[in-house]
């Protein structure tokens, strides 16, 4: 129950009523006040005043004062007349009836603030963003003014330089126009003394009022020029690579793949077999009897080639040489389909198709296709040797070849 | 701000969407205008030639021929006679009169392929020496042309009997300064960037920067060899300065990664050597300027002289168009000046501003 206070003094005039509330040492922090109309109400804790005004008052117009240990109220009245007394005295319903009141009135104005403070808290943001854009929108104006000034200080040299080209044309051709007429007024002059017939002269007159003009002109500005240069051919050479593409269209991993299976051969000898035993070193390397081979095969010795040959499959059977020549062996000692055979063999091991075993493949299926031709199978013949041809488009022999096989395939069906 | 106002601006002016693909434009000498080269989509070549009017292109002359054209050049014709010389898809060189254009002037069947790019020097009142026209092409060789002699150029770089071909993607001329020496540069698409002394009839220098060489030119043509640029293909470019050639390391070089894409041309100023422009294969442009480095030359551990290339600041750039931008040329008489054309069908004139202050 907070405590009334009652020790408050008031004074008054025509308009005018002055209340003194002691705040009996509460800090002015804690002083709550509520003032309507008809009712003013000071609270603080533990401390309360309230009183029910005489008369009405304007609550706008009042004003409190608080501080020094005192609470000064000084409230305008409404109607200009003296009261008898501070408070009126009415029943306990009224004064709770009132008082209820007062709350709502407080709350009413307490919510109408607030909302004016909050639309007037989103209107000053809309003005400041507002100006922001301007801002922004003026310095962007700017700089775009001063960039289509430079474009037009720009655009008006331009024009300017050209007009002053054209007049130097203008000029230049008025004074070859000058030269013209003054050449043709001679060559008038010589051609009447010379013909009686005009219009002939006439026509000839324009002719050689050109090329005299055109004369003179060249007269006037003359170069030595130097004689043209003697014929020369520089020779030159490209960056070698291992492989000779350039980086943007190299087959990278097929070239790849061909080294390691080239390299893989290398390794492949296959040492276990008995009759190595029999075998002395030399003739242990699948190299040195591929050559053994192909010395046999150029001194026309085809039968010790193959055997050669044989020996050195049994020792390493990943060379594609090894079966190309043995297949040429064949092919010279008409074992056709054992040719056949090598060559295909042959062809299996130089996949992957790069440009570095292309000679091979080449070989190889220039061989198969003279087997085939051999055993009368020219559709296979054709085959390979059109396959041939894709190689190596430029071989004239092998075109002619192709063209007489053919010949003979139109010719037989 | 205005510091970034001071630099060079590159101002598109004039925009002109064309109905043929262009594949090379050239400013006119003494003159507004420019020619465009190119090819019709039914296979025929067309050089169409542009009037710049009150901030408009008008077009002046049409001339349809039977093959379409690859590049051109004004270099090696008389400043009063201003013929274009011609390289086109089939091989054949031809340098024709614009005012009449029906029958060339010199024609020849070049090579036997494509003629990728072509350059000439002599004319113009720039240098002095006979006027010569050089042309590189995809069977690997570049040959030097004199409209005087016919049918069989004055010099052939081949490749040796039995050597794979590469193609020649460029060539320029360089170091014309009296009329005697010249210089040939030519760019592989292997990579090679191959010098010739035409003096000497000899390989001065050769080198290899890994990736196709799309283009290469002297910073200028008329005197000693002084810097050179070679664009490649993923967007590098190479300055080299050639003034002092070692004998084993060559040229001195800087290079420099820029545009993301192939670098398709590069152009130097003609009123500034150390200016240049690179154009890429996004639609974009960049300009910039060469700084010298202190000293030009050092002498290296066996007391011989080898050179010290500067460095590139990039000035400028500017995104125009989507396609590459495959050619750019600066004006002769007008400082700022540009033409370029681009894959997209259109070519574009733009005025590069506060060249004088840079």
Known sequence: MPLIVRDHTWTQNQNTVYISVPLKGVKTANVHVICTDEYLKVSFPPFLFEIFLFGPINEEKSEARIGNGVAVFTLQKRTDELWEQLFTNIDKDKQKHIREQAILKVQEKEAEKSKAKATRIQQEKKYALETMMKLENEERDRIQKMKDEECAKATAQLDFWRETQRKAAEENENQQKLQRTGTNNNQLVYQKTERANATPAVTLLHNTGNTTSGQISRKQKPKDLPAPRSAGCIKISFTPRVFPTALRESHVPEEEEWLKKQAEARRAVDTDLAELSDLKEEERNPDWLKEKGDKLFMAGNYLAAVNAYNLAIKLNRKIPALFSNRAACHLKLRNLHKAIEDSSQALELLTPAVAANAPARLKAHVRRGTAFCELELYVEGLQDYQAALDIDPHNVALQADTDKIREIIQGTT | ?358
């Open chain 2, 1 to 358: 701000m205005s510091s970034t106002l001071e630099k060079p601006q590159i101002i598109a002016h004039i925009q002109k969407s064309l109905n043929y693909t262009v594949f090379d434009s050239r400013w006119i000498p003494c003159s507004a205008k420019f020619v465009c080269m190119g090819n019709f989509a039914r296979g025929t070549g067309v050089i169409q030639i542009y009037e710049i009017q009150q901030g408009e292109l008008q077009l002046v002359k049409e001339i349809e021929k039977a093959k379409p054209i690859k590049c051109g050049t004004f270099g090696a014709t008389s400043l009063q006679q201003r013929h274009l010389a011609t390289g086109d898809f089939d091989g054949s060189l031809n340098v024709w009169n614009l005012e009449m254009p029906e029958c060339p002037v010199y024609s020849v069947k070049a090579h036997k392929e494509i003629i990728n790019s072509i350059d000439g020097v002599g004319g113009l009142g720039i240098g002095d020496g006979a006027p010569e026209i050089v042309t590189g092409s995809r069977d690997g060789t570049v040959k030097v042309w004199d409209s005087r002699q016919k049918d069989t150029p004055v010099v052939n770089m081949e490749p040796m009997e039995g050597e794979t071909k590469r193609d020649c993607w460029t060539v320029a001329f360089g170091h014309a300064f009296n009329d005697q020496d010249r210089c040939v540069c030519a760019g592989y698409d292997n990579g090679d960037i191959k010098l010739f002394d035409l003096r000497n009839m000899s390989l001065r220098w050769e080198t290899n920067i890994r990736n196709g060489v799309c283009s290469v030119e002297f910073d200028r043509k008329d005197i000693n060899m002084n810097k050179l640029v070679a664009t490649s293909l993923e967007g590098k470019f190479h300055v080299f300065d050639m003034r002092t050639q070692h004998p084993t390391n060559g040229f001195a070089s800087v290079s420099e990664k820029a545009h993301k894409s192939t670098v398709w041309q590069v152009r130097h100023l003609p009123q500034n050597r150390d200016i240049f422009m690179t154009a890429g294969g996004a639609g974009n442009l960049h300009l910039w300027k060469y700084e010298y480095p202190a000293q030009r030359t050092k002498k290296d551990a066996d007391n011989v002289d080898m050179g010290v290339a500067g460095s590139v600041n990039l000035l400028q750039n500017v995104t125009l168009s989507t396609q590459p931008i495959s050619s750019l040329d600066w004006s002769p008489d007008k400082q700022g000046l540009c033409v370029c054309s681009s894959f997209d069908q259109s070519v574009r004139v733009l005025i590069v501003t506060k060249l004088n202050t840079v």
